[in-house]
T-cell receptor, first 115, second 115 residues
Framework: GAVVSQHPSRVICKSGTSVKIECRSL??????MFWYRQFPKQSLMLMAT?????????EQGVEKDKFLINHASLTLSTLTVTSAHPEDSSFYIC???????????FGSGTRLTVV | AQTVTQSQPEMSVQEAETVTLSCTYD???????LFWYKQPPSRQMILVIRQEAYKQQNATENRFSVNFQKAAKSFSLKISDSQLGDTAMYFCAFMRLQGAQKLVFGQGTRLTINP
């Protein structure tokens, strides 16, 4: 399958600041990437679909202005949590779509803590 | 909209035993993929097995096999000769072939393999 690199793995930030999370597809040109959010002991919830060269598609209930997504190249998508608040603390995971005969490949995730 | 249901929040078995995790889904689509993903304590999502809906033969991967019942919309995972390293959260997921390749996840089953 594809190789996906996600950084940082952990980040702690103060309330009101912004945090950027990067997702890189290392060996696969991804025109689409996906961003998920996972609360403790819960499932993954799709936040948005990142589209290379165009606007992201957000799921219902996800604030577009809070979770800014940029997909400027075929190998990089970024998620910026703007004006972060403690309730934004969560585990964020990116993925690329199925590649050849494999399934989705996921990044290793980012644990965001807002204090 | 598609939904995926995992009715077993937690399961626990002894090492070397066989365990079956249940998953049902709801869709009006005829062509789709189903997946089982494993999320160990590291939280890295790992593909366990996948099934194409058009294939009648159940998928197998070493100790992992599925029982795919398309008419009943059921997709259970059987783990044979369970090992301590199988301890993880297991998520059943659905992906339609038409349109955006979004993954829809079930709630997850926490599986513990006891020595």
């Amino acid at each position: 399958g594809a190789v996906v690199s996600q950084h940082p793995s952990r980040v702690i930030c103060k309330s009101g600041t912004s945090v950027k999370i990067e997702c890189r597809s290392l060996d696969f040109q991804a025109t689409t990437m996906f961003w998920y959010r996972q609360f403790p002991k819960q499932s993954l919830m799709l936040m948005a679909t990142s589209n290379e060269g165009s606007k992201a598609t957000y799921e219902q209930g996800v604030e577009k202005d809070k979770f800014l997504i940029n997909h400027a190249s075929l190998t990089l998508s970024t998620l910026t949590v703007t004006s972060a608040h403690p309730e934004d603390s969560s585990f964020y995971i990116c993925s690329v779509p199925p590649y050849r005969d494999y399934g989705y490949t996921f990044g290793s995730g980012t644990r965001l803590t807002v204090v | 909209a598609q939904t995926v249901t995992q009715s077993q929040p937690e399961m626990s078995v002894q090492e070397a035993e066989t365990v079956t995790l249940s998953c049902t889904y709801d869709t009006s689509e005829n062509n789709y993929y189903l997946f089982w993903y494993k999320q160990p304590p590291s939280r890295q999502m790992i593909l366990v097995i996948r099934q194409e809906a058009y294939k009648q033969q159940n998928a197998t991967e070493n100790r992992f096999s599925v029982n795919f019942q398309k008419a009943a919309k059921s997709f259970s995972l059987k783990i044979s000769d369970s090992q301590l390293g199988d301890t993880a959260m297991y998520f059943c997921a659905f992906m339609r072939l038409q349109g955006a390749q979004k993954l829809v996840f079930g709630q997850g089953t926490r599986l513990t393999i006891n020595p």
